[in-house]
């Protein structure tokens, strides 16, 4: 290309640049063409959602790892030319020029802030073009509040990553993205690489994969061979995980899938979705991220509710508390789709199984989570939430329940910064040992869910996450109703809970509706500001 740095102020600028990129940067039969290829095409719609102006800096001869390694792997074997080189394009929010990235130390125009400062600021993502006949996009990282509609909310998974351009170390919190190569990838591949990728960043328990790594691994399973791709099934990329540290949950039940799925994202882990598309049930794979209030608002949710109501009422003579999960009001997740944009928002409608990733010391999976916090909330009068209400005078026909996953150190931090608490309750939490992982069943009035941001929920029941056990008495670790508390440390039974429960003891002087816990996910929003 003619520059490194090329300011868009509008969209036809925008178009050139696409043009000029894809005409002079890729040799191959289709460059005379008229017709974009599907890289360009993609990264065209990518950048169109930017707001302008924008600065691209281009950095030719970029080292991608993941195509190196494809690179010798599969395409140096290729009898027609492919250039073992990448292009970087790195993208700014405002305007910047060659200059200064060169000279980051010198006082900007404003005569306040470092060109360096400034343009770290500015950063809003980046994207690797495959020097492929399609243009295949690899590692891309872009900010997730560039493809929010406006009337959205969305709450998914990041981690921080680095990066390098121009001299400049640059940093963003992101999801990371990149489309199959058509050669050693295709989208249960990519859905390993995302996976991997993200985790690696984010956990030191991790290493980061490289196709020839996931090929190899693939050969060693399957009857026939793995390259070129022509599509891969969810038992070799549950096998994959596992040899790389996990140990998977696979889940077919198409009845309950959406649900789980729910439960994991709540719980801050990413998972790959199955999907089925057509008459001729032609399967995809995503990675989700998160979830979305996409035609959710409070109104909508009440609305639920009511109908909820009039439907136990029609089916039940009883007067019993209706519970009703957060898990009923997602509609939408987020996904990170190979053939779509970055943070795509999907309603899961054609799901067909799901691979979760867990750790190796995950050993309650949802599903027993769930069945334990069903059994202790209904069929258990020493804990039944019904009972707690009454005693304090509220009749609510309804209670709200959200349940996730989270390491015993995050929850443990919540519970201490929780203010007004008293300093009795603070001192018991931190002398309670907590496991690895916990599960945790917050309990919400619809005042108190409606009405306030974080919801306030008036009880929790706290599961030991490294626990597997018939006997549910065995793995609760920790339960909360108002002002009464009831902890169980690692040396002692089930019966502990019940007895402290029967002291005047279990009382402490606490607020009695604590904030949510929200540690998993990261909100976004479309009023955020991008750079």
């Known amino acids: 290309m ?45 950048l169109d959602k930017i707001d302008l102006p924008f600065t691209i800096m281009v950095a030719e001869s970029h080292v991608d790892k993941e195509f190196r390694d494809s690179y010798y792997m599969y395409f140096s074997s290729q009898h027609f030319d492919v250039s073992r080189f990448c292009i ?30 400034l343009i770290r600021d500015a950063f809003i993502g980046c994207c690797t073009v495959r020097p492929l006949l399609n243009h295949e996009i690899g590692k891309t990282l872009l900010k997730p509040e560039i493809y929010i509609a406006k009337d959205e909310d969305i709450f998914i998974r990041m981690t921080k990553y680095r990066i390098a351009t121009h001299g400049i170390y640059l940093e963003i919190k992101a999801f990371p993205f990149s489309t199959q190569d058509g050669g050693t990838t295709c989208c249960v591949e990519n859905t390993i690489l995302t ?40 038992y070799i990329l549950s096998r994959v995980l596992t040899e790389f540290g996990f140990h998977p949950r696979i889940y077919s039940d198409t009845s309950k899938l959406k649900e789980r799925v729910y439960h994991y994202i709540e719980s801050g882990i990413p998972v790959a979705v199955g999907l089925n598309y057509g008459e001729n049930k032609v399967g995809h794979s995503v990675v989700c991220i998160g979830h979305s209030n996409k035609g959710l608002d409070d109104e909508s949710k009440r609305a639920y509710i009511k109908k909820r109501i009039a439907e136990k009422c029609e089916t039940k003579a009883d007067s019993s508390l209706l519970y009703i999960s957060t898990a009923e009001f997602c509609n939408n997740f987020v996904v990170m789709d190979d053939g779509d944009l970055p943070y795509h928002v999907d309603s899961l409608d054609n799901i067909s199984n799901v691979i979760v990733p867990l750790h190796k010391r995950m050993y309650m999976d949802s599903d027993e989570a769930r069945g334990i916090f069903e059994a202790i909330q209904n069929d258990d009068p020493r804990f039944n939430i019904q009972n707690r209400l009454n005693e304090k005078g509220l009749g609510d026909k309804y209670v709200i329940t959200r349940m996730y996953l989270i390491t015993g150190a995050n929850y443990k931090m919540h519970l201490l910064h929780s203010s007004g608490n008293g300093i009795d309750y603070k001192i018991l939490i931190d002398h309670l040992p907590f496991p690895h992982f916990v599960w945790v069943c917050e309990y919400y009035l619809e005042d108190d869910y409606f009405g306030h941001h974080p919801p306030l929920s008036f009880s929790e029941i706290v599961l030991d996450g490294t626990s597997h056990s018939k006997k549910y008495m065995n793995t609760i670790l920790m339960y909360r109703s108002f002002d009464v508390i009831a902890t169980r440390g690692p040396e002692e039974d089930g019966g502990a809970i019940m007895d402290l429960l029967n002291e005047d003891t279990a009382h402490y002087p606490i607020i009695e509706k604590q904030p949510a816990c929200f540690h998993n996910l990261t909100r976004v929003h479309a009023n955020m500001e991008r750079a």
């Open 2 to 46: 003619k520059d490194t740095c090329y300011i868009i102020n509008n969209k036809n600028e925008l178009g050139q640049f696409i043009q000029e990129l894809f005409a002079q940067h890729v040799e191959s039969p289709y460059t005379d063409s008229p017709n974009l290829t599907d890289g360009a095409i993609w990264l065209h719609k990518a």
């Open 88 to 117: 970087r394009l790195s993208f700014f929010a405002g305007k910047f020029t060659h200059e200064n990235f060169l000279s980051p130390d010198d006082i900007a125009d404003t005569g306040r802030k470092k060109n360096v400062e």
């Open 195 to 234: 996976l991997l990728d993200y985790f690696s960043a984010n956990y030191a328990d991790y290493k980061r994969a490289m196709p020839s790594e996931i090929a190899r691994i693939e050969q060693g399973i399957s009857p026939e061979r793995v390259l070129p791709k022509s599509g891969t099934d969810y």
